[in-house]
């Protein structure tokens, strides 16, 4: 009998939210149990099986040493790993931590800060180890992530847009919030994969998936300012689930020097 391909899923920096798509995935998630061996999944089982692992998924930043030397450990032991959702693809919203001097941020938040040990950074998964696979978002598509899960467990590439949100829209037939009503959006430049979630309730897309393939972001900023945005509210536009992505990393950069 043929041995069934393993799955880990691991947690770094991040607020679960990921992990939970997978275990959201329910009747889905009891087939792809049939098909492979869920190895490490602290989340789901306590129970453990020593790698190396044909699959790992992997959710949350880098954000202290001991994360460096676990992410390395972790891919060495790896077939194929996928860094999954926006803290482990784009540093997260803990990556706002990235443009302050971080003793400040620590001193503010905790009692007593001498207790953390922390990096000055919160990283991306790619910027400490080769990754086969990203898949974006704030929390992941579960529709995504199933067709991820397929595509590897079938020896193909995973079928994920890397369109923007703008396509996602004028498919489902949703009035631009922009050319409408003037509401700053940042479709034209986030990848799409979230469903048309806040478009289609009449609200502008706030970024959850990450700057498309190749966004034009310094036109998405002169955009911003002609319908009224403060530079310094078009550096926030850029600072949030995927601050250290680099196109918005380097776009909030700009407005936040000017």
């Keep these: 009998m043929a041995t069934k391909p393993t799955l880990a899923v691991w947690k770094f920096a991040s607020c679960d939210g990921c992990q939970l798509s997978l275990l959201d995935l329910e009747d889905h998630l009891l087939a792809i149990a049939d098909t492979v061996q869920i190895a490490y999944f602290l989340e789901a089982t306590r129970a453990v099986i020593e790698g190396p692992y044909d699959v790992s998924l992997v959710e949350g930043s880098i954000t202290t040493a001991n994360d460096v030397d676990r992410i390395k450990r972790i891919r060495k032991q790896s077939r194929f790993l996928v860094a999954i959702g926006a803290c482990a693809t784009g540093g997260g919203i803990q990556a706002v931590k990235n443009f302050r001097?971080?003793?400040?941020?620590?001193?503010?938040?905790?009692?007593?800060?001498?207790?953390?040990?922390?990096?000055?950074?919160?990283?991306?998964?790619?910027d400490h180890v080769p990754v086969d696979f990203e898949l974006r978002g704030c929390p992941i598509d579960r529709g995504q992530l199933f067709e991820l899960l397929n595509a590897l467990l079938n020896n193909r590439k995973p079928l994920v847009p890397t369109f923007s949100q703008c396509v996602e829209c004028k498919r489902a037939g949703t009035v631009c919030v922009m050319v409408a009503h003037g509401t700053p959006c940042l479709g034209p430049v986030t990848q799409a994969g979230c469903g048309n979630l806040c478009p289609g309730h009449d609200r502008a897309c706030y970024g959850c998936f990450g700057p498309t393939e190749t966004p034009n972001?310094?036109?998405?900023?002169?955009?911003?300012a002609a319908l009224g945005v403060a530079t310094r509210d078009v550096a926030l536009a850029f600072r949030s689930f995927n601050a250290n992505a680099d196109a918005f990393r380097s776009e909030g950069d700009r407005h936040e020097r000017a």
Excluded: E, N
């Design 101 to 126: 001097k971080v003793d400040d941020l620590i001193g503010a938040v905790y009692a007593r800060p001498d207790f953390v040990d922390t990096l000055s950074t919160s990283t991306a998964i790619k």
């Design 217 to 224: 972001t310094a036109a998405m900023a002169r955009r911003m």
